[in-house]
């Protein structure tokens, strides 16, 4: 009798949960509401790249798939980037060669990849000073020196649009914050791309280009920021409409 009554009672609570009025977020695309799979390849200038990928791949749906390339000797070749549905890029030294990276990249997107850049692609210190990346059909913000300040900057909340872009959908944004590294970008956004939204003081935080086929997200992977892999994964995503 007593496991009889634990039973209606877990079937009542599941039908009052069902009928309840507020059903949560809607969920991205796809018959169940759940993310597809995706196919990325990390492409970054550092010794721990390997920590990083992994931590992308938790953020990412069941089924993905990703790969890492160090690119502190070599450019991948073409055939080897069109074999991902879309890159993460971020670099903690300079490439081997930044400007033929950056067109590399950019024949990338042109036979349909997709990109994320992460803060030191905006940099003219580690990111791309010529060629075709820096044009404003590809890069969304203008490359700029970075600086020597560790302030704390959390994502400014009125900088958001409602409903929320997609990309920060099961992102901790009322308590995001930009990591403290001893380097920060202040990129500008470059013509014809647009603002996702801002980090406190004023400063770009992330925005899209033209065609929707690169996002950039002015912040630096550290080893525990979990809050930017989930957002550059959810980038990932919208990117190949996944969400």
């Given at each position: 009798m007593k496991r009889i009554s634990i039973l209606l009672l877990m079937m009542m609570v599941a039908v009052m949960a069902s009928c309840s009025g507020d059903?949560?977020?809607?969920?991205?695309?796809?018959?169940?509401?759940?993310?597809?799979?995706?196919?990325?390849?990390?492409?970054?200038?550092?010794?721990?790249?390997?920590?990083?990928?992994?931590?992308?791949?938790?953020?990412?749906?069941?089924?993905?798939?990703?790969?890492?390339?160090?690119?502190?000797?070599?450019?991948?070749?073409?055939?080897?980037?069109?074999?991902?549905?879309?890159?993460?890029?971020?670099?903690?030294?300079?490439?081997?060669?930044?400007?033929?990276?950056?067109?590399?990249?950019?024949?990338?997107?042109?036979?349909?990849?997709?990109?994320?850049?992460?803060?030191?692609?905006?940099?003219?210190?580690?990111?791309?000073?010529?060629?075709?990346?820096?044009d404003p059909a590809y890069m969304p913000y203008v490359t700029t020196a970075s600086s020597l300040d560790a302030t704390a900057r959390a994502i400014d909340q009125s900088s958001l649009t409602f409903p929320l872009h997609p990309i920060f959908v099961g992102v901790d944004v009322p308590n995001y914050v930009r990591s403290t590294l001893t380097t920060l970008s202040y990129p500008t956004l470059q013509a014809g791309a647009t603002s996702l939204c801002m980090f406190s003081g004023g400063i770009e935080g992330v925005a899209i280009n033209p065609n929707k086929r690169i996002i950039g997200i002015n912040d630096y992977p550290l080893a525990d920021d979990q809050k930017l892999y989930q957002l550059a994964a959810n980038c990932v995503l919208y990117l190949t409409g996944r969400i």
């Open positions: 059903d949560g977020a809607v969920g991205p695309a796809g018959p169940a509401g759940v993310p597809q799979p995706v196919k990325v390849l990390v492409l970054g200038a550092d010794a721990g790249i390997v920590a990083k990928s992994v931590r992308i791949a938790s953020a990412l749906p069941p089924g993905s798939s990703i790969n890492y390339i160090n690119v502190i000797d070599s450019i991948p070749p073409m055939s080897v980037l069109k074999s991902f549905s879309a890159s993460i890029v971020y670099h903690n030294n300079a490439p081997v060669d930044r400007d033929a990276f950056g067109d590399r990249l950019a024949d990338y997107v042109d036979q349909g990849g997709k990109l994320v850049l992460l803060q030191t692609c905006m940099t003219t210190s580690w990111g791309f000073t010529g060629g075709r990346m820096i």
